[in-house]
């Protein structure tokens, strides 16, 4: 098994992505403006929503009894996508996908493809995996083409780019697509992406897609998206290879209803997406002629056997959590070392990964809950990260240094008399660290702390000596 | 009525004027404040830091020491939400089904400062005289576990002389987190930065909050600075008075 979420096994420890991104102002200004945006256009359309805390608990249900049943339900999608004309492949691992998918291109003699915007497809490293079989992979969703040519990584679930600026898409443009003038304007922008796709959409043969649901009762499967680009991939092409990660099933085409509606709301801020694709299967008269589904594990089922970090999996993808992070607010999706950053990302990349890599990701949060408040299908991120925390530790995966502290601390506050002596030991230990009646540059784990922030000192008295005194 | 305090191990170290003043604002109401000495610590930095084993005693302990107490009020909306958001769990874990009754008979019966005050005492008036421009920081555990809402607000307003300003983007974490603030100190500190200057822009004296330790972070930061704003735990506010 070759179970991998992107590079994210090579990636540096989080605190030490997140300086340097800290230290890249473009960058912060860049994502502060971006998830601006989209919180008060979001908070605006759930405000006017009176049933959103029922569609929430509806969403979390229906995951949750998709998760408990997503055997049957992942055999009922493939007879139901088979019986309209489909072809359904599983996929134990990244590598298996990637190979499954190459061989079907493979087979159609082609070397060209365009691609939906597919997250699944950067956990499997996939664009590398067509590229070393010498099949060229064209990102098609605007954002991703502007990481695509500025060879460049996504920096959130929903808007990739979102760590650039106008002003740095118009020079990758100029500079990759070959051009002599380009204006400045966004409509000018969207005029040279357009020029540059559609020359692939008519011409390509064979169209790789993820997908937002698989609906296990007709085999259908549903993208949504703002550009209508995606529509172009899914209907011109004479093949449509569409690679699923299995907790995207959802049992029956109804609940889209639930799902429609908190998922445009919660990620772009909008009340419906404006393309909403549903196929099932292949047609005679329009469309591919040839369906493939390739269904993902990819330690998704590894993670179901865990009955509290579960609902990591229930996850819709509408990068809410990222917006509202006041951690991903400072420094931006590429810290996290994943195609999943922010919240959902501290806890779903260690998790695939059997929390062998990535195990500073579930310390990235200071557990402020704001990531719960927006989650549409109620997951609860903080109770997850204290979890996988525990699991880091169990592991004996956590720093010497801290063990110790937190030994020592727990030795400490055993009893009161052992906290009485350790409030008096700290009183003594401070003397050397104070001037000015505060402590300003402290050793070891704190210098980080006390690099920018003033420690009170401990008090001569504690509370409890001095209730003692007052009886 | 009978309250029985927990103080809370920090708040007893390093904040015992919070302590003092929560008594004196219960006593001024009529009321009657116990602190059984038997209490150490909820378990909350062991537990959030993932060291669930170290957690457990503590917890216990709590569970022990306050199994008699009708009403026991906490100066310290995080510690109040370790024990409603994480003791069911711990005790299930434990695997002890007496633990998990204990636990689940603790529970309602701790309250945080300002909830027991608003919703058990049925208080907004306390008495209180501060004559300083104030604004209020409602931390993350306050806000979005306690959903106290705008009781300590309420309460501030009430206050003779008080000034009341309302914080801009005060949902905003102040980049505390606990053992967060060691173990990312440059996210945490960039999160800091973004919270000192909604202080600042205020134009408060005073920036009051229901829990010391974002309370600390955020001194940590101002003074350093040398800016003038100073903080203050809610109840020392609610305790002060007229001079006579």
């Known amino acids: 098994m070759s179970i991998r979420v992107g590079a994210a096994a090579q990636a540096p420890p989080f605190p030490t992505a997140a300086k340097s991104a800290i230290e890249d102002t473009q960058l912060r200004q860049n994502v502060r403006h971006a998830t601006d945006v989209i919180r008060a256009k979001r908070a605006m359309l759930v405000a006017e929503k009176q049933d959103w805390q029922q569609l929430r608990t509806a969403a979390s249900r229906i995951k949750e009894h998709t998760m408990r049943h997503l055997g049957s339900y992942l055999v009922q999608f493939e007879e139901s996508c088979v019986r309209a004309g489909g072809k359904v492949y599983w996929a134990a691992d990244a590598d298996e996908a990637n190979r499954m998918i190459t061989g079907i291109i493979q087979s159609h003699g082609v070397t060209e493809v365009i691609k939906v915007k597919t997250m699944t497809s950067d956990e499997t490293q996939l664009n590398a995996a067509l590229e070393s079989s010498g099949i060229t992979p064209y990102e098609t969703d605007l954002a991703d083409l502007i990481v695509q040519l500025g060879a460049d990584h996504p920096s959130h679930i929903v808007v990739p780019a979102l760590h650039k600026n106008r002003m740095q898409i118009r020079r990758i443009f100029l500079e990759k697509m070959h051009l002599e003038t380009l204006g400045h304007e966004p409509k000018d922008l969207a005029e040279a992406a357009r020029r540059y796709l559609r020359e692939k959409f008519l011409r390509v043969p064979i169209g790789i897609s993820g997908a937002n649901f698989a609906i296990a009762e007709n085999g259908s499967v549903c993208i949504v998206e703002s550009e209508g680009n995606a529509r172009m991939c899914l209907t011109l092409p ?3 290879i569409s690679l699923i990660g299995i907790e995207k099933v959802i049992p029956r085409f109804r609940d889209l209803e ?10 772009t801020g909008e009340r419906m997406s404006p393309y909403s694709s549903i196929w099932s299967g292949v047609s005679n008269d329009d469309g591919p002629r040839e369906f493939h589904v390739v269904l993902l594990d990819n330690g998704r089922t590894k993670v179901l056997s865990d009955e509290t970090a579960r609902q990591t999996l229930h996850c819709i993808r509408c990068g809410a959590c990222l917006n509202a992070c006041p951690v991903y607010r400072q420094t ?3 810290a996290y070392g994943s195609i999943y950053s922010g919240p959902i990302g501290a806890i779903l990349t260690p998790q695939l990964q ?5 195990q500073t990701l579930p310390f990235a949060s200071s557990l402020c809950g704001a990531c719960y408040e927006v989650c549409p299908v109620k997951i609860n991120i903080p109770e997850v990260l204290v979890h996988l925390r525990g699991k880091v530790v169990d592991q004996g995966d956590s720093p010497v240094a801290e063990k110790v502290a937190m030994k020592t601390a727990a030795f400490a506050l055993a009893g009161p ?5 350790a409030q008096t030991f700290a009183r003594l230990a401070q003397t050397p660290f104070l001037s000015d009646g505060v402590m300003k540059s402290l050793p070891g784990m704190l210098a980080g702390w006390s690099s920018v922030r003033d420690l009170m000192p401990v008090p001569s008295q504690s509370f409890r000596d001095w209730w003692r005194q007052r009886k | 009525m009978k309250i029985s305090l927990f103080i809370t191990c920090y708040n007893d170290t390093l904040f015992p004027e919070t302590g003092k003043a929560v008594v004196r604002v219960l006593e001024r109401l009529g009321h009657s404040v116990e602190f059984r000495a038997e209490q150490t610590c909820c378990g909350q930095m062991h537990l959030n830091t993932g060291y669930r084993k170290e957690a457990l005693p503590l917890m216990r302990r709590l569970v022990e020491v306050f199994e008699t107490a009708d009403v026991i009020c906490s100066p310290s909306s995080s510690c109040v939400a370790m024990i409603r958001e994480h003791y069911a769990q711990l005790a299930n874990e434990a695997g002890s089904a007496a633990l998990c009754d204990r636990v689940q008979s603790l529970i309602p019966r701790v309250l945080e400062f300002t909830e027991l005050l608003v919703d058990k005492l049925g208080v907004t008036e306390t ?4 004559p300083h421009k104030v604004t209020y920081h409602p931390s993350c555990h306050s806000l979005r576990t306690l959903c106290l809402g705008d009781k300590p607000i309420r309460l501030l307003k009430a ?10 983007q005060a949902d905003q974490c102040c980049g505390f987190g606990g053992t967060f603030s060691i173990k990312n100190p440059d996210v945490s500190a960039a999160m800091l930065a973004d919270k000192m200057q909604a202080v600042a822009s205020t134009g408060a004296e005073v920036c009051a909050a229901c829990d010391n330790s974002c309370l600390m972070h955020i001194y940590g930061g101002l003074h350093r600075q040398r800016q003038p704003v100073r903080v203050a735990h809610i109840a020392e ?7 006579k």
């Open chain 2, 159 to 168: 206050v003779r002389g008080l000034r009341y300003v309302e914080l801009p």
């Open chain 1, 332 to 334: 931006g999706g590429h």
């Open chain 1, 258 to 267: 639930v799902f429609l509606q908190i998922l445009a709301r919660s990620a």
């Open chain 1, 354 to 358: 059997s929390m062998q890599h990535s």
């Open chain 2, 237 to 243: 506010i609610l305790a002060s008075e007229e001079p």
């Open chain 1, 238 to 240: 004479k093949v449509l």
């Open chain 2, 127 to 130: 008495g209180a005289f501060y």
């Open chain 1, 417 to 421: 008399k052992r906290l009485e002596a």
